[in-house]
């Protein structure tokens, strides 16, 4: 069965934060009084966890913590009053245990229980001997007092805890000093980055100087207001910056976090992440002020643009790979789906490239292949996608297809550039192609199969001479 006065007490000690804090000099100065008092060696504070006993302040031990299962505090968070051991050698609780038995060699114990205002006991003030002890109700009295320090000392933690989740929660201070005091935080927080304070209902903003250098800006070159940030973001990037923080004050989100693109005063932008966080609400409860931080991630977000086209684009010809070729595929399905409309895919093989790659080397032919894809995209729309397989197979997805006669200009065209010499070094060369067709949603609406009645038709019209398109059938 669940002790439920004993996961309450738990819960009280981990709200304290005090297990394994720092030493304090107010601990510390009661239990050294309490040695001198008691005329004893030992004296500590001891916090109850719960599977140890930690201390928070001691005189005479040179260990902080030991098992609760040895522990005579253990003991003594189970009463209300004082617990007096005059001599652990003729106490039945105690008479083995490791303490007694063992360094220190305990005999004598008097622990008073440290009750929160929910009389749970957080932990003791103990002091122990060596040697048997008896104390007077005086001393007992002068035990208590020492020990209800301690309590004071604890409940001015709690205060302090409770005052400062108050804080982080509302954050109602609202003083200049105060105003000070978190953009530096936010400053050295943020290891250089760039600093900016906005007053939401006057639209009043502070920028830091290191804010408006990373832009290149000085001091005086942007106005402190809100108008003037906003006027410096990519008009791409400004519907998805205005959501998120709209999100954030209306309390959707936790966070504010965005990242843009900044106009910096060369005229070029520089990719930023933008955080923050409300500080500051009105008597009403609403956003007053926010505080947060710029950092440049120009770097990281090229290297990110390095691996997505390194991902998704063919390093030779630049054009998709097949990677980026299926993804567009299907979402072309998707958009004809929707709109009820037609496409082609188009499948092309080039005639007499394997010829000349083995005649003159790989490196012509990556020149051949680079050459032919610039005569081909001279023949396409900016919508149609023009995709690299692998080798000297390309596709084209030919979008918002009216008839078979849009199919026969483009794949005329592409026949007719293809079938021109090339010009590779000194070397003159001719090759030609065979195309295969095949449209959605009139074959398939199916990605792969389109695919395969493409390259079905393709090697028929190889098998049937080559230099041709013809749709599958």
């Known amino acids: 069965m669940v002790n439920t006065t004993e996961l309450n007490r738990l819960s009280a000690v981990r709200k304290l934060e005090i297990l394994d804090s720092e030493n304090e000099k107010d601990f510390d100065d009661l239990v050294s009084l309490a040695v001198l008092v008691f005329e004893v060696p030992i004296s500590t504070v001891t916090i109850m966890d719960s599977y140890r006993q930690w201390f928070k302040a001691s005189v005479g031990l040179n260990v902080k913590e030991t098992s609760r299962d040895i522990s005579f505090c253990n003991h003594a968070i189970q009463q209300f009053e004082p617990m007096i051991v005059p001599d652990a050698s003729l106490d039945s609780r105690f008479v083995n245990n490791p303490l007694v038995t063992g360094e220190p060699h305990l005999a004598f114990y008097a622990g008073v229980p440290l009750l929160n205002s929910d009389n749970l006991a957080i932990g003791t003030f103990c002091i122990m001997d060596s040697k048997p002890k008896h104390l007077t109700a005086k001393q007992i009295d002068i035990l208590n007092a020492i020990a209800n320090q301690v309590v004071k000392l604890l409940e001015l933690r709690a205060e302090r805890n409770k005052y400062r989740d108050l804080v982080l929660e509302k954050d109602i201070v609202n003083k200049e000093l105060a105003e000070i005091k978190q953009r530096w935080q936010f400053a050295i927080e943020g290891s250089g980055d760039g600093v900016w304070d906005w007053n939401i209902q006057t639209n009043k903003t502070f920028f830091s100087k290191r804010w408006k250098s990373m832009l290149g800006y000085e001091v005086d070159d942007i106005p402190n207001t809100y108008q003037a940030f906003a006027s410096l973001i ?87 790979n097949r990677r980026m070729f299926f993804d567009r595929l299907k979402e072309e399905i998707k958009k004809a789906t929707r709109a009820r409309s037609k496409f082609a895919l188009m499948f092309i093989d080039l005639d007499g490239f394997k010829e000349v790659n083995d005649k003159y080397g790989h490196k012509t032919g990556d020149n051949l292949l680079i050459q032919v894809v610039k005569r081909v995209s001279q023949c396409i729309r900016a919508c149609d996608t023009f995709s690299r397989l692998g080798g000297d197979e390309f596709t084209i997805i030919l979008t918002e297809l009216n008839s078979v006669e849009d199919i026969d200009f483009v794949a005329t065209k592409v026949l007719g550039v293809i079938n021109q010499p090339f010009q590779l070094g000194v070397n003159k060369v001719m090759i030609s192609a065979s195309i295969g067709v095949s449209i959605f949603p009139e074959h398939t609406k199916e990605s792969d199969a389109l695919i395969s009645l493409a390259d079905a038709a393709m090697y028929t019209a190889k098998t049937q001479g080559k230099n041709r398109w013809i749709i599958a059938s």
């Open 234 to 320: 990519h008009k791409d990037d400004i519907p998805n910056i205005t959501k998120k923080l709209n999100d954030y004050l209306a309390g959707k989100t936790s966070e504010f976090k965005s990242e843009i693109r900044l106009l910096c005063k060369d005229n070029s932008y520089k990719w930023i992440l933008s955080r923050g966080m409300v500080v500051e609400f009105d008597p009403g409860g609403l956003p007053k002020r926010m505080a947060g931080t710029h950092t440049d991630i120009s770097s990281r977000k090229q290297t990110e643009e390095v691996i997505w086209r390194q991902a998704n684009f063919d390093l030779l010809t630049g054009l998709p």
